[in-house]
């Protein structure tokens, strides 16, 4: 099995910034894609950014220039630097990663979300 936990969410001023974290373990053979998703009340869970295994990054238009993905692969971690925070960006954030498990299989995780909060 494998887990995805996800850390750094809370409530922040409008203009702060916020550090999230998602840490993979259990039977990782390799991670290949990872990516932060976040979904506010009422709405669908939407794309934020995305970053392959070889670093290569995807932002969604609305926090292109706030934002910044990166992880670690030798710790099988990703984060999602947020700046310039904005009461819009209000939403709970899911970790999501593309996982070979040792079995040599390839899975699809996702956290169990953590709620960020900014105030105008």
């Known amino acids: 099995q494998v887990q995805l936990v996800e850390s750094g969410g809370g409530l922040v001023q409008a203009g702060g910034s916020l550090r999230l974290s998602c840490a993979a373990s259990?039977?990782?053979?390799?991670?290949?894609?990872m990516g932060w998703y976040r979904q506010a009340p009422g709405k669908q869970r939407n794309l934020v950014a995305t970053?392959?295994?070889?670093?290569?990054?995807n932002y969604a238009d609305s926090v292109k220039g706030r934002f910044t993905i990166s992880r670690d692969n030798a710790k099988n971690t990703m984060y999602l630097q947020m700046n310039s925070l904005k009461p819009e960006d209000t939403a709970v954030y899911y970790c999501y990663a593309e996982v070979r498990r040792i079995s040599g299989y390839d899975y699809a995780y996702w956290g169990q979300g953590t709620q960020v909060t900014v105030s105008s």
């Open positions: 259990g039977s990782i053979g390799s991670i290949n894609a």
């Open positions: 970053i392959t295994d070889g670093g290569s990054t």
